[in-house]
């Protein structure tokens, strides 16, 4: 930007930030004030930074930012007043406080292309998030305005970019993509939440040992050298309450390899699992789930209604549906959570192909069952059906059976199980190359008796880590850490082998 005529502007955006944003991060600095030390490193004409009005602490902000907007967490409140302080601005670029990392070089590339190319809109792609950016031309800042004039929904980091891909072909765009694609680690560096502010943290405190400066480079080297950074609270919990089952499905290793006695989770021991994750993280998805049919425990409703009661839990119940008749529905209707999930396996819209699938008769009970929560609760309710040999050519069907639903379907991928199940994919969606598990990453799972299984393929829990009843969530959870590392470096564990969920993920 110095060897140009055109002045810049930088929106700093503090409307989204948590608690987290402002908690010391590294080096007795939080996001934020990282944040103002990299924009100096900016050349620029005008910088203003924009918190929400409903802030609970100020204090914090105006000891850093003399000049500072108070604005409601709106998207058009935010664009006006932007439109009104950079008038005098050929450009802005918008930064986040709760992103420390952004690399002021990828800072620079961005702008030059925006410039050199005259761009209205310019943006970076697979970078992990938290290290890319956006700008805008002043007359398309303007242009978006008054787009968005009414609009209150809040303002979310990708805002603009909806704005803009709304009608993409009125704009001049140009895209910065990283020269290494990082989209497969599904990296964020922000600090927007307790998971992804532990991994900015130690990305920051290991590169601070490397006697290393934050940058793209470095980061990329943090990667390859210590993966383990990434790894920092469970984001996907799956708890088996049950392991018994009133189908006989084809497509269920219960049927074909489970070697474990049938037996239920007390209510007692699942609510030690739950104050365990609440006090390890703030924010988990818990699913109901893994070998066994969750409404054939008798302590379900205490489970779901005590799972709810802690803040940061969202619950998912995955069943067969048998069992989910109007009594069970209208009482977690009546729970009034949109923390909670619900998850009908139906996997057919014929007798015939559900009874080979399932191996029972009750695909008229289940649709009814569907049929009732949909109406009653379509937020948050889901039919799901796997993708089969068996039923590939009835999806058409399916799809129309449940018009009225379309949006609440969910097309599953089948799980051979390492192979030891028959293949009956209706598609291979592997990638050609192999890259490390995301399951390994984010996920825990939890047999009925407490055993934490390595991952949710070990359905006997032939190698499991620990028990979560006896050693408690976290430490449980660390003993996982050296198999992600080993896989991340490329050395795949004898059991991963043959297994084909490593690129899919949950949460």
Same mark, same amino acid.
């Given at each position: ?259 474990? $006695?049938?037996?239920?989770?007390? *209510? %007692?021991? !699942? ?6 994750? #609440? /006090? ?25 209604e005590y799972s709810l009661s802690v803040e940061g839990i969202t ?73 089969? $040999?068996?039923?590939?050519?009835? *999806? %058409?069907? !399916? ?6 639903? #379309? /949006? ?100």
């Amino acid at each position: 930007m110095n060897d140009t005529s055109d002045s810049l502007g930088i929106a700093l955006i503090s409307l989204i930030n948590t608690q987290w944003a402002t908690k010391e991060l590294y080096d007795r600095c939080s996001s934020v004030e990282w944040i103002k030390k990299n924009v100096k490193k900016i050349s620029h004409d005008k910088l203003c930074h924009f918190s929400s009005d409903q802030t609970e602490d100020l204090s914090i902000y105006q000891k850093l930012f003399t000049d500072t907007s108070h604005v409601t967490c709106e998207i058009f409140p935010f664009l006006d007043e932007c439109v009104k302080i950079f008038k005098d601005c050929d450009h802005v670029l918008f930064l986040y406080t709760d992103a420390p990392f952004n690399d002021p070089q990828v800072l620079k590339s961005l702008m030059d292309l925006h410039i050199n190319e005259m761009a209205e809109y310019t943006f970076t792609e697979n970078y992990p998030e938290g290290v890319g950016a956006e700008i805008l031309s002043y007359p398309t800042l303007k242009k978006l305005r008054n787009i968005a004039s009414g609009n209150n929904e809040a303002f979310q980091r990708e805002s603009i970019s909806k704005i803009i891909h709304f009608d993409i072909n009125q704009y001049d765009v140009e895209v910065l993509v990283s020269q290494v694609d990082q989209r497969k680690e599904r990296l964020r560096l922000t600090c927007d939440s307790q998971r992804d502010y532990l991994i900015t943290q130690k990305a920051f405190k290991l590169l601070s040992e490397e006697q290393k400066a934050p940058s793209l480079q470095a980061l990329y080297e943090l990667i390859h050298s210590h993966p383990e950074f990434m790894r920092s609270t469970p984001a996907y919990v799956e708890i088996e309450i049950t392991n018994d089952c009133q189908c006989e499905c084809v497509i269920c290793p219960r049927t074909h390899l489970m070697k474990r $006695k049938v037996d239920f989770m007390p *209510l %007692d021991k !699942y609510q030690s699992i739950i104050n365990g994750l #609440k /006090d390890l993280c703030d924010e988990v998805v818990v699913a109901l789930t893994l070998m066994g049919e969750p409404t054939l425990a008798p302590e379900l409703y205490d489970m779901i209604e005590y799972s709810l009661s802690v803040e940061g839990i969202t619950l998912i119940l995955e069943t067969n549906g048998i069992l989910l008749d109007k009594p069970l529905v209208d009482r977690l209707v009546a729970l009034d959570s949109k923390r909670l999930i619900i998850i009908v396996a139906l996997d057919s819209p014929t007798p015939d192909a559900y009874q080979t699938i399932r191996g029972v008769d009750h695909l008229k009970t289940v649709e009814n069952h569907a049929s009732y929560l949909l109406e009653k609760r379509p937020e948050n309710t889901y039919l799901q059906i796997l993708r089969l $040999k068996e039923n590939d050519e009835l *999806l %058409d069907s !399916y799809y129309l059976k449940w018009a009225a639903f #379309k /949006d609440n379907i969910i097309l599953q991928k089948y799980n051979p199980y390492r192979n030891l199940l028959v293949d009956r994919k209706g598609a291979d969606l592997s990638p050609l190359k192999r890259f490390s598990c995301w399951h390994l990453k984010r996920d825990l799972s939890i047999l009925v008796d407490g055993t934490v299984a390595f991952c949710k393929q070990d359905l006997n829990g032939e190698r499991s880590v620990g028990n979560v009843f006896e050693e408690g969530v976290e430490k449980v959870w660390d003993k996982l850490n050296p198999f992600f590392i080993k896989d991340h470096k490329g050395q795949i564990d004898p059991f991963c082998e043959h297994c084909d969920e490593w690129f899919t993920y949950n949460f």
